[in-house]
């Protein structure tokens, strides 16, 4: 009865306009003053302890920061130049290859909304000009920036982690293949999209072209090959480098030395403007960046450079607002941990004759209900350690669970009348949100498929980590 | 509902610019300070003892003290879907509403700080479960010391005398790294006073974000406007 309370309350805090991690913090307090003796004092202590307690949550800022130097418009329009030289060609190809620089920007960026301001800001434009209408060009960046939460390095993937304890590894390695086919789906269904309608496809600017489009984008995709090798090794060589707190902080400095002093899109050695997206949207930028020989002072000032505090700042605000809320839910995981009441549910299931499958159902809803409405780490916190424990007791893998979590909210976001992707794509395309609804709805029901598959193969997720990582061991 | 942030008067773009270079110093150092300890255990196979301690001691004041400076600039995510529904006026009364929730949350966590910080400083915490009715008499906790950071005594050294009965602190004292606790939810519940007000008053319409790339978001948009405006000037011309 008690917890109806509390996620009424919680729910009726966030409807009014409480920021997210007040709402939690706020009914958390109220729950353990009233109905149990915790102290004030105490309460405080996990607030601290939230941040100084969790060596796994370390990685957020980090990869949060190592994405920010990434975002610049500077990256974003390497990898679409590359992406167009591989795919450009097709039928349809502009819109493939957006999808498939989307793909490569969420390995960077970890962020959905950042992925369709980034991408899209350049990809719809070209799109337009390419002759495509500007719906279809605003549908594809929709769906394909939601692909930024699943494929590694993910910021909601850490956070999921640290909120049920499972390994953050396993996590990254689970995405990879939901990643991939997710991007591969969307991109069969534009081609085939393209052949009937008989869109326009570019020319084949030649090998040359692609592997000097490569050349140009190999230091911000060298990002992932960091990460990805340092978590998990060189296969058959070497076992895990870092763990993935350390990969994070060692790929921020990578991407802080690329910014500044080999793209040089920002920093001491940047020429004038380079930087903003509003120059992305303008076109390419005039000038030449100054190169290191012509002013090796910058090996110091880059450390001090206005740009630097900007990118620090700009990480910082993104860190301090997804912690505040990670410490609030931690709070509130205290609470329920203390009643019991996950156990309770899944005994009530289990005793009404429930399943797994009907449990995944119930999940699948909440989750496509409440991605509309908040951002994903946000929901994940409130949700994940209210259904974990019931998933356990159900038998389910909590890797599987993680995966659907991630792919519902993924959906969640472009699912109308609300979707808070709509929203990013309808601001960056100038366009009305319901003609965003409309361009996005084919594709949406590709990504249902998608997730009707991830829900109830669990193969999917599940092949790649424990061939790498062997099998995992469940405690309950 | 974001707006770009315009400091008022010499002492708000003082405390501005503090409050951007505190942020941009506590996690730079936390970068460099992990990239240092990694490259130090695998080129040179040695390190730091204190390293992971002072870095999750950053993190925390990072995030402790950046709390307030995210009300400060609209930068907290909630859910805005049904308040941008609502008429002006309503969305006014709600918004005040959530600000007084707000309000008693930093409140209670205020007196939860002080309660949690102050026998480390050999001080009292207040008594009262839910409102601090006065100050009862607490176990001095003042010589609890961090697990392994030194005590850099040249900085600290006057907390000796003052707390510790001259004894020497042989590790950083804890009451350091936890006064962030006192400070930043003195801080949080300054600056959500200062939002409501400014609510109250039309400055402000809001406590939330709905997702975290608004800012960016705006800007592309005001950007996309100002290329359209261009081509239509152009077609005009011609």
């Known amino acids: 009865m008690e917890v109806v309370l509390l996620f009424s309350m919680i729910i009726g805090l966030l409807l009014i306009g409480v920021p997210i991690a007040v709402s939690l913090g706020f009914s958390s307090i109220m729950f353990l003053l009233v109905f149990s003796d915790t102290s004030l004092g105490s309460i405080a202590q996990s607030f601290y302890q939230a941040m100084a307690g969790h060596y796994t949550l370390l990685a957020i800022p980090f990869f949060i920061l190592a994405s920010s130097f990434m975002s610049t418009g500077g990256v974003a329009r390497r990898i679409i130049r590359f992406s167009i030289a591989c795919v450009g060609h097709l039928r349809g190809g502009l819109a493939i290859a957006g999808v498939f620089a989307c793909m490569m920007f969420a390995a960077l960026s970890g962020s959905s909304p950042a992925t369709v301001v980034a991408i899209g800001t350049i990809v719809i434009a070209a799109m337009k000009q390419a002759g495509y209408t500007k719906e279809f060009a605003a549908g594809v960046i929709c769906n394909a920036g939601t692909l930024g939460i699943l494929i590694p390095p993910s910021i909601v993937m850490v956070v999921y982690a640290s909120a049920t304890d499972v390994s953050v590894g396993r996590m990254f390695l689970a995405g990879v293949i939901p990643g991939l086919l997710a991007g591969l789906s969307l991109m069969v269904a534009i081609y085939v999209f393209a052949r009937l309608r008989n869109m326009p496809k570019g020319e084949f600017a030649g090998w040359g072209e692609i592997g000097a489009a490569f050349r140009d984008a190999f230091w911000g995709l060298m990002l992932i090959v960091i990460i990805m090798v340092g978590i998990y090794g060189v296969p058959g060589l070497t076992g895990a480098i870092f763990t993935p707190t350390e990969a994070a902080a060692v790929a921020s400095v990578y991407a802080f030395v690329v910014a500044m002093f080999v793209y040089r899109d920002i920093g001491p050695l940047a020429p004038k403007g380079a930087n903003s997206l509003s120059a992305a949207v303008a076109g390419p930028v005039e000038g030449t960046p100054k190169s290191l020989f012509q002013a090796p002072w910058a090996l110091l000032t880059a450390f001090v450079h206005p740009d630097t505090k900007h990118t620090l700042v700009e990480a910082g605000k993104l860190t301090i607002t997804l912690m505040f809320i990670i410490a609030n839910a931690l709070i509130l995981k205290h609470v329920l941990t203390d009643e019991q009441i996950p156990q309770h549910i899944a005994q009530a299931m289990l005793g009404a004759g429930l399943g797994p499958i009907t449990f995944l159902i119930v999940v699948n809803v909440i989750l496509l209900i409440g991605g509309q409405f908040m951002e994903p780490s946000g929901l994940l916190v409130i949700v994940a350690p209210l259904v974990f424990p019931i998933a356990i007791e159900l038998g389910i893998d909590p890797i599987h669970l993680g995966i659907i979590m991630v792919v519902n909210m993924e959906i969640g976001m472009i699912t109308p009348p609300v979707g808070l992707n709509l929203f990013v794509t309808s601001g960056v395309a100038g366009m009305p949100m319901m003609d965003v609804v409309k361009a996005a709805a084919p594709f949406l029901a590709v990504l249902f498929c998608f997730l009707i598959l991830v829900t109830y193969v669990p193969a999917i997720s599940l092949w790649l980590p424990t061939l790498v990582m062997g099998p995992e061991i469940i405690i309950r | ?238």
């Open chain 2, 1 to 238: 509902m974001s707006s770009k942030f315009e400091p008022k008067g010499a002492l708000g773009r003082a405390a501005h610019a503090f409050e951007e270079t505190a942020i941009a110093i506590l996690l730079g150092s936390m970068t460099m300070l992990s990239f240092v300890a990694v490259i130090m255990r695998y080129v040179f196979n040695s390190s730091f003892i204190w390293s992971l301690e002072v870095i999750l001691i950053l993190f925390a004041w990072l995030v402790i003290f950046g709390v307030s400076y995210g009300f400060k600039m609209t930068a907290h995510l909630g859910v805005d879907v049904i308040t941008n529904t609502l008429a002006p006026r309503t969305r006014k009364i709600t918004a005040l509403i959530a600000g007084g929730v707000c309000i008693v949350y930093a409140f209670l966590l205020l007196k939860g700080s002080w309660d949690f910080w102050a026998p480390y400083a050999a001080l009292d915490r207040t008594s009262g479960r839910w409102f601090p009715t006065g100050f009862e008499q607490t176990r001095d906790q003042a010589w609890f010391v961090t697990d392994q950071v030194p005590p850099m005594r040249w900085l600290f050294g006057w907390l000796e005398p003052l707390i510790n009965q001259n004894e020497e602190y042989e590790k950083l004292p804890r009451v350091v790294p936890y006064l962030i606790l006192p400070l930043g939810s003195a801080l949080i519940l300054f600056r959500i006073i200062q939002a409501v007000i400014a609510i109250a008053r039309d400055e402000r319409t809001g406590l939330i974000v709905s997702h975290e790339a608004e800012d960016a978001v705006e800007e592309v948009a005001a950007a996309n406007r100002a290329a359209e405006a261009t081509v239509q000037a152009q077609a005009q011309r011609s």
